[in-house]
């Protein structure tokens, strides 16, 4: 087969595109702008000038009611995406790729506001789409730069890179250099101050090209798909289009730098339905419009607009027998690109599935001819209160049609004004009765109705009469369960079919080998990944939180699965059964139900904690026999404590014993120590003594001798005199100091003993 050319494939894109839109702009659009007039409460056309034109909010109560429940499954969570491995190897990569593609998606990107847009849209339109796509944006980083010089600012500029400039320099005043002494230095030659080099404040820009991943739903009716594809998956469509609205200056940011204001004017013929003319004229409200395009005059022909078709198309480009995917950017009749891919990067979805259709039904259908019903019912209501509280009034005329009362009068209805008449008989009121008493129980059944076909019903708006006496906690109950059914049935159907391929999406896109390393922080860290490191595809796991019953039916829940967990923890068979991690599954769930986001804040995860290997349970016979050793071995250790506690006792007993021995004993040592002291001490005072009277005693004798000499020998002159003077002096009794002496010996024998005590208070010797 030969090569294509690129105006066969050309042609062949608007083949395709022309067979889809007259299908997605016709039957579609049609019944998309009808669901939206309806939303926004539009007249029906059927109003007549003095009735009620009440219409009632069906449409849009049923989709604000729902859609509050759908955004908190998906966005209650960190996690509402996960990635399984399938390989051992993996589990490291799988969890880097679901922490990642959410961070992408929920931070990256605006991801609550992506999924209320797309379940708006769906809720609302049949149908929603999502777009994700890699967006090459050249960035702008400034260095502010204070007080450098021009050499500097010239090495900073070339460590800033090639496309780097200098923008704002802004010359300093020069400054005198300071001396040694800090006042400033004198040119010795010129006698002027020596002033420092030139400086100067300035920024520094940068430029840098970086790629990230855009994820962003877009109108409903920009998304052609292939009129008779059978599933809302799309990765196998033959034909899958998105039209987009852009400039020129849009093109030439993408890297399409050939295309002209005529290409790109003469392309905007695209998205023209009833459902887009209604939603520009609405969010145009006031201004020309032709054909979805708002008339305004410019002079700058880089915001001249146009409909870039975006189109993944199954063709036999190259001319193998094989048809593969291809990417075409065109205009109207000019490809712009054409390359091969492996995806097609769009998702849609319905609220409501149709088999073999890959557009659905919304919640909005189900409740329009509702909405229409009670319109007229209220209607006819209110008109009645109109005809009741305003009956009209007959006058009475004669042959010639005259009345017989003023007209005028009876024209002005002001609360007490005067009717005048010329006959008693000339005015009465056409009484119409109230009806609406009887309509209420119809509207009560319209009610029920929507309650049926959606799940909004009154147990979920909260009505006072779910709270009335003769209805039951358990039917209040049951009647939420059933209505929360249906949302939850909506939720499963936009994870499979919405969520599900995004983040498919997202992961290929990240390990396609043309993204850089990511780095953003996680649970209060920063991490660092390379998507090169993972598989371009894992099992994945959508956890929505459906079937397990509201918040509060969930928190009871986990709470007895818990303290099942605590119990079986402790039984034989608690290894088998029970596992930290599961007890973690257990108490993050209660968290993340809780509302709180962060798991790590309360408990750590003992997922990389090495898991010992379980063993079977013990033979109840063998965990007898051990029972029994384990308590005699507890009996004999308590005996043998109380021996060993009592011989304790006893040793301890004999020691104070032996310490108080020991104690008396040395007491009485220095005591007697002492004793032996004081007497000696006594002994060497009486030896002392005794040679002090022997002394005496010798003395006393030679001076016996002497005066008994001297009484023997006679001297004449009893006097003596002084050698110096020559006075006589009466020579002194040589028996005076012998009496003395005997005197004093006398008394110390005769004086009575005493006994001697120390400090505290014992006797130590007698003195």
Known sequence: ???????????????????????????????????????????????????????????????????????????????????????????????????????????????????????????????????????????????????????????????????????????????????????????????????????????????????????????????????????????????????????????????????????????????????????????????????????????????????????????????DGIAERRCVYRLKDKILSNEECAQVPIATASPILIAHRWDGMSVAETVSDLQQLKTELTRQMVNSAYLANNPRTEVLTDSNNAPFANIDDLLDSRPGGILRKSRPDALSQNIVPFVGGQMLPLLGYVDEMGAKRTGVSPSTQMDQNVLRNDRTAVEVQQTANAAAARIDLIARIFAETLLKPIFKGILCLLTDGEMEKVAFRLRNEFVEYDPNEWRDSYDMTINVGLGTGDKAQQQVALQTIFQNQMALSQSPFGPLLVQPKSIYNTQAKLIENAGFKNIGDFYADPKDQQVQPQQPPPDPAVQIAQMKLQAEAQKFQAESGQNMEMEQLKASAKLQEVQANLELQASNDQRDSEREMMTAQHKRELADLQLQLDRYKIDADNSTRITVAQIAHPIEDPNDYDPETGEAMQKPDPMAAITQALAMLADAQSRPKQIVRDAAGRVVGVQ
């Open 1 to 319: 087969m030969a090569k294509m050319t690129e105006d066969q494939l050309l042609s062949h894109c608007q083949t395709l595109e022309e067979d889809s839109a007259a299908f997605t702009w016709g039957r579609l659009g049609t019944e998309r702008e009808t669901a939206m007039k309806e939303y926004f409460r539009q007249p029906y056309g059927t109003e007549e000038e003095g009735w009620s034109s009440i219409v009632t909010s069906e449409v849009q109560d049923t989709v604000e009611w729902i859609l509050p429940s759908l955004l908190k499954i998906f966005t209650s969570t960190d996690q509402a995406v996960s990635f399984e491995p399938s390989k051992q190897e993996d589990v490291k990569a799988a969890e880097q790729a679901t922490d990642t593609c959410n961070y992408v998606f929920y931070k990256s990107n605006p991801g609550f506001l992506t999924l209320y847009t797309a379940f708006k849209d769906a809720l609302l339109v049949k149908n929603c789409a999502v777009m994700w796509r890699k967006e090459t944006k050249r960035t702008k980083d400034v260095t502010p730069v204070q007080g450098a010089t021009a050499e500097m600012l010239t090495m900073l500029l070339q460590e800033a890179g090639d496309d780097a400039e200098i923008e704002a320099a802004t010359p300093l005043k020069p400054q005198p250099i300071a001396g040694p002494d800090g006042r400033p230095m004198i040119d010795p030659y010129t006698g002027q101050p020596v002033f420092g080099p030139e400086l100067y404040n300035a920024r520094i820009c940068s430029y840098k090209d970086k790629t990230t991943i855009k994820v962003e739903a877009f109108p409903p009716e920009d998304l052609l798909v292939k009129r008779d594809w059978t599933t809302p998956l799309l990765d196998d469509c033959p034909y899958v289009a998105r039209n987009m609205r852009v400039t020129l200056s849009d093109l030439a940011e993408m890297g399409f730098k050939g295309v002209t204001v005529e290409d790109l004017d003469s392309s905007d013929d695209a998205g023209v339905s009833a459902d887009a003319s209604f939603r520009q004229n609405r969010a145009n409200s006031g201004s020309e419009i032709f054909g979805g395009k708002q008339l305004q005059e410019t002079d700058d022909d880089s915001l001249t607009e146009g409909y870039l078709r975006i189109e993944f198309v199954l063709v036999d480009y190259d001319g």
